[in-house]
Each structure stands twice: as C-alpha cells, then as structure tokens.
C-alpha cells in the first residue's frame, strides 16, 4: 500500500501543513494502518524531493510546521495510480493455503480438522467485525469501508475452505500428484 | 437453563439401505436473549435440525425442551398452540401467501390464536413500521423484493411477542445491504429477549450470531468461543489452537 499516495490524496483537497497531514491519515485509516510521525514526514520529504509536491521553503526539513502543496506532475501521477489496477495476476503467498496442501501430505493429521480449526478462527474474526461494524459503522464511513473489506476477504477465505473441505471429501483425501505446483505455475504463466 | 434445548436428538429418515441419518446424537442450548448460528454445508442437517426445534417434526431418539417444558410430553394442541404463540419460523423460501398483502401476511398468526383482526392488524402494522416496510402494507409478496419478502417474512416470525425466532438461510439470496438489513432484526429482536437459532452455510450471515455452531454430517462438530474485547482486532489476535 502506498503512503505516497495517499498522502498526495490528501493534499488534492488544498495545500495542508505537514500536522494536519498526519492527523488526517490517523483519523482516516490509523486503526488499520498505524503510521508514525516519522515515516509521515519522510515521505513528505521523497515526494517533495520528486516535484509531486512543493512547499515556500524547500531547504527546510518536512514536519509539523511545514505548508505543502500538490504539484501538476503530483497530480498527474495521483490520477494514474487511481486508475490503474493493482498487479493481481499473481496468486499472493497464502499461507492458510499452503497449510492445507501440506496437511494433505502430513501422515496421522485430518486435513478437515485442519480446515476446521482455521475456519473457526476465521468466522471468530467475522464475529468480531460485524460487530463492531454495527457499533461504528454508522458514525464512520471510513471504518464502514474497512470493515466491508476485512469482511468480505475474511469471508472468501471461508468459502475456500468449504470448497475445499467439499473437494477433498468428494475426491477422498488421498495425497496431491507431484505434478500440481509445475502445473499451476505453467498455466499462469502462459497467462500473462 | 437455556429457552431451546435439544437434547442428543437424532433423526433417521428411510430404512435399511436407504436410511439417511440427518442428525446424530445433537445437544444444544439457545438463550433467551441470544443468536445462535448452526453452520454448515448443504446436506449437513440443518434444516432437520431447525424443523425439529420448532416442533414442525419429530426426532427419532432425544429430546427437545423448549421453556422448561419438552415436546415429547405435550399434547398435539399443546404444541399447535406453542407454534402460534412462541415459536417465530422463517422458512428458508420465505412462504409469504400470495393472496395476502404484507400486512395480512404478518397478523395472519395472530389472527389464527383468536386476536381480534383489527388488533391484529394493528400489531401487524406496528411491526412492518419497525422493519421500515409501512409503504409496503398493502403490496401483494409479488409486488415486493426480494429483500422486502424477506423482512416481511421476519416480522410475521416476530410478531405478538414470540420468543423463539427459528430461520432458515433467512438472507439466502439476498445481497449484502439487505441481508444486513434483515440480520440487523433479528439481532434486534434478541437483544429484546428473544432467543433466535439461524441456519445458514453463510459464514458473513453466520459472524452476526454471538455463537457459531458447526455441523458436518448431522453431527455438531465446533463452535466459536464468545469474541473478546473488539481492542484485540486492532492489536492482532492470538491464532487459537485446537479445541476438542
Ligand atoms: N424428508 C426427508 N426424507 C429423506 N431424507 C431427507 C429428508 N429431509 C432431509 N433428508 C436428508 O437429510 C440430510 C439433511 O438434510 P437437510 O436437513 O435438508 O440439510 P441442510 O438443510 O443442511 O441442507 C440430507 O442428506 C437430506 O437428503
Ligand atoms: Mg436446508
């Protein structure tokens, strides 16, 4: 996820000082996504080094005090990253899925009971974000979003695990051929 | 003790090489005052598992005690009168009556345990009002959405005070704002002190529920323990272990 980013997004609004700044993006994604003072003003310093923003005295260190404005290139370069899909062709390293193969291999472990136990935790955490959905949702916009978000990945990761555990039972649970991890890797690369 | 109580109920249905057995051996309580989810995969019993709570079927062995009193002892009017005035049942098609509108479809059970109509529409009325349906009183089930069929069918479960709320898949193929919308009632109708079991193989339907039941098979085979404090999503939760 990009700080750079978003921060230029903040700063599309209108010029902000370097506090304001950080105060918005705590107030807007700090639950989620703790950033510290530091990691704020330093990009703020990169992005001012890049001409994506300015600010009256450009010598100076980025902090609180410090008045910055998004330039035409910082502009420019905002709107292509909004609109350009984030790389997505390959599958991410999952670890819950890698358990599930390996279980697969491990002799005396039920690969169901595997399934089970993680998707007991996953639901446990859904439990838990409709719940405090319902709470805060209402007075937060923002949190509404990350929760639909953590909500429905959370919930295909349940789904997966049904289908797989319905896969497994259907197929009897007997060990994957070798040939699987070659054969996923030359399909999608064939792919792109 | 809790309000619903099954008690190692099994269900057989068939015979000899046909015998399906639907549910084995299920103990499992519902508060008053609390959701239960039963969740599991199509097949796995819990539709039997609801139509035995709600007295619509019998089990082949076990018991079922709803307040304090089991199925088994009561009398066929005992349990007519049970399923008009405490159980609430939304059926997994919803089962409005096409020649009623939404109002009628809702006082209907209040009607068949002798109320008054007039009160009875009242009631009714009041009821569709708390869903946000009062514009849809005198709409016929084919001149409602899908989600507002499903409301409906919630407010007639939930009218004249009933205090088992038993549903089957109530948000099936609904999407999320209305399956929301339709969850966030029964919830409400729980935290007044109604004690809801809901079936489902919606894990997003099934997060609403202060307690998930799993069962595979007929068989109950875990269930979530009570979340803790919502700080601990912010700081990183502990992956459990296993539990037996
Ligand atoms: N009336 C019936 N006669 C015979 N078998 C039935 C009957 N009702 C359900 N079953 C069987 O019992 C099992 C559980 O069904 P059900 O309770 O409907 O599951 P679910 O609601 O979880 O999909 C299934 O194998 C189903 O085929
Ligand atoms: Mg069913």
Redesign the interface.
């Known amino acids: 996820m990009s700080v750079r980013h978003a921060l230029l997004a903040f700063l599309s609004e209108g010029p902000k000082y370097g506090l304001q700044l950080r105060q918005e993006f705590e107030e807007s994604t700090g ?2 996504w703790p950033l510290n003072a530091g990691q704020v003003y330093s990009t703020l310093q990169r992005l001012e080094r890049d001409d994506l923003i300015e600010s009256d005295d450009r010598g100076e260190e980025a902090g609180p005090q410090k008045m910055f404005r998004i330039t035409e290139a910082g502009r420019s370069e905002l709107d292509v990253w909004l609109s350009t899909p984030p790389d997505m062709t390959e599958p991410p390293r999952d670890e819950l899925v890698i358990k599930v193969l390996s279980a697969l291999r491990v002799p005396g472990i039920s690969v169901h ?1 595997v399934i ?2 993680h ?14 959905k ?2 805060e949702g209402d007075l937060d916009l923002t949190f509404a979003l990350v929760a ?1 978000a953590e ?1 429905l990945r ?2 295909s990761i ?2 997966w695990l ?1 289908t797989a ?2 896969r497994l039972r259907r197929a009897g649970t007997e060990a994957p051929s070798e040939r699987t991890g070659p054969r996923i890797r030359r399909r999608l690369v064939a792919r792109r | 003790m809790s309000f619903l109580e099954l008690r190692r109920v099994s269900k057989c249905y068939g015979t000899g090489a046909a015998e399906v057995h639907a549910l084995v051996d299920v103990d499992l309580g519902v508060e008053r005052g609390s959701l239960v989810a039963v ?1 599991g ?1 199509s097949g796995s019993g819990k539709s039997t598992l609801l139509t035995i709570a709600g007295s619509l079927e019998e089990p082949t062995s076990g018991e079922v005690v709803v307040d304090g009193r089991s199925l088994s002892a009561m009398s066929r009017n005992d349990k007519a009168r049970l399923r008009r005035r405490t159980v609430g049942y939304v059926f997994q098609d919803y089962n409005l009556l096409g020649g009623l509108t939404a109002a009628e479809n809702v006082s209907l059970p209040l009607e068949l345990d002798g109320i008054p109509a007039k009160k009875a529409h009242r009631v009714g009325m009041a009821a569709l009002e708390e869903l946000g349906l009062a514009d849809r009183a005198a709409h016929y089930p084919d001149q409602l959405s899908g989600g507002e069929r499903q409301r409906v069918a919630i407010a007639r479960a939930i009218v004249g005070e009933r205090s088992l709320l038993l549903a089957d898949e109530p948000s099936g193929a609904l999407d ?1 704002v209305n399956g929301d919308a339709v969850m ?1 009632m029964v ?1 409400a109708a729980c935290r007044r002190g109604v004690a809801a079991m809901v079936v489902t ?1 919606d ?2 339907l ?4 202060d307690r ?1 039941v ?1 069962i595979r098979d007929g068989r109950i ?5 009570p ?2 404090t ?1 700080e ?3 700081t990183g ?1 502990p ?5 037996p």
């Open positions: 639950e989620i009971d089970q136990v998707r007991r935790y996953v639901v446990e955490l859904m439990q838990q974000w409709t719940r405090l319902e709470d639909d909500l959370l919930d349940a789904r049904d555990d319905g | 969740m995969p999320s966030r919830l193989h894990a997003r099934a997060s609403w529920a998930v799993f085979m875990d269930q979530t323990v979340p803790p919502p601990s999503l912010l939760v992956a459990s272990g296993p539990r």
